[in-house]
């Protein structure tokens, strides 16, 4: 298989490491000692720890990928409190996911998907900052300057796929399984020095299974972030800037893909080059789309929120309620259109009532920035209910 430098965003030498992980299984499932930097699939289980999987290690006191772990990003990406988000895949040598121009890439039994929540400042006071994932990783990942909140892994068994969610320890040199789920108290600290205390909620494995069963029908969890237009983007990595998607299939990673010219790519919502409903469509495809889709647990709401949804009552438009009781907060409409103040969309995205806030899951603060987008596109809007 190809080789790139760019497989590997932070290397430590081997001496100054501290692995995460220093025995298990191999992705045969051949009991064997494991190199410290080599990742191990778990065929079936819980293990307790997230080192068990050896995706990530510390070392030097930073946060390193383990080998072909590969960290990627997407164009627009789910709101969560704030948190900043390191995502990885790992598949097993000589395997590929088969490219699909819409729908989740079909992933090989033994891929392990993570994603990793923290955020800059430690201690219990974080600060609100713009995302730099990517150039942490380059320069080392620096654990005395973020707090670890939990990392949730997506396997993929022979049965399908499994959610399973872990927590971070105070010292982070490690994460434990929480299939419960947690709460953390949260101080989010902005610029200006403003504080918000919130409570960061980490789903329990239940709830991972809810928003990643996107399809009501099958119950069949799915990864939402692995597609084409999603991960047609560029990524900083530790060589240089490349597209994803001509990165992972160079790296093996991806087979059958197209020219990136001919892959669909969403909008970064918060790009103001982009039009403004390029970016809340993708704002609204990535935050409310795995429920919102035309087989989605919500397609008796008939709301479709899908990048190419078509635009009318499906969308919101001058469409009735059909079971949101308060979360309506008295209008009438979805979408009114040229008012946003009247439109239930943004009433359900400014609220922090659970039941009314929409999404439902994932959040305990409003996203002021993306809830302003769709406000702003409402406002643009021309035509009336009447």
Known sequence: MIQSMRAVLFAAAAGGALALSACGETTQGAPEVAASTVPVFHAEGRPEKLSEWNLLRVADGGLALNDRVTAYDLNSSLFTDYAHKLRTVWLPEGASAAYNGEETFDFPVGTVISKTFYYPGGGDAVLLEDDMTAE????????????????RLLVRREAGWEALPYVWNEDQTDAVLKRTGDAQQLTLTSADGAREDFTYIVPNANQCAGCHATNATTREIMPIGPKARHLNRDFAYADGMANQLNEWSELGLLSGAPEVADAPRNAVWSDTSASIDDRARAYLDINCAHCHNRVGPADTSGLL???????????????????????????????????????????????????????????????EEGTRLIAEWIAAMDGSCA
């Open 136 to 151: 942490r990783l380059n320069s080392g990942f620096a654990l005395a300057e973020v707090r670890l909140i939990e990392t």
């Open 305 to 367: 929120l899908e990048h190419d949804a078509p635009v009318g009552p499906s969308l919101g438009l001058c469409k009735l309620p059909i079971a949101a009781g308060k979360g309506t907060g008295g209008r009438l409409f979805g979408i009114v259109p040229g008012e946003a103040d009247q439109s239930i969309f943004t009433y359900r995205m400014e609220s922090v009532d659970p039941s009314i806030m929409m999404p439902e899951l994932g959040r305990s603060l409003s996203h």
